[in-house]
C-alpha cells in the first residue's frame, strides 16, 4: 500500500512539474522576454561588426609551385602484378 502511494505521489510530482514547465514556457511575459534579448543580442552584434578592425591582404603570390624531376626514373609497381607469380 505504501509503495503504491509513493509511485501515485512520483506520477503526480511528474504531472505537476510538466504542467508548469510548459505553462510558462508558453506564457506571454517568457515570450516577450526571449523576443527582446534576441534583439538585445543583434544589436550588440551590430556594435561590434561595425568595430572589427579590417586587416590588410598579405597572402598573394606566396604558393611557388615547384616541379618534381628527381625521380623520374622510378620504377612503377602495381599492387596485383606484385602478387602474380614470376613464371620466368
Do not use: A, C, G
Amino acid at each position: 500500500m505504501l509503495k503504491e502511494l509513493k509511485y501515485i505521489f512520483y506520477v503526480i510530482f511528474i504531472f505537476f512539474f510538466i504542467f508548469l514547465i510548459i505553462r510558462f514556457y508558453f506564457s506571454d511575459d517568457n515570450k516577450k522576454k526571449s523576443h527582446r534579448s534576441y534583439y538585445e543580442i543583434n544589436d550588440k552584434i551590430k556594435t561590434y561588426i561595425s568595430d572589427l578592425p579590417v586587416l590588410i591582404n598579405d597572402t598573394e603570390n606566396i604558393i611557388y609551385y615547384v616541379e618534381n624531376v628527381q625521380n623520374q626514373n622510378k620504377k612503377k609497381y602495381h599492387f596485383w602484378k606484385l602478387l602474380k607469380k614470376d613464371e620466368k
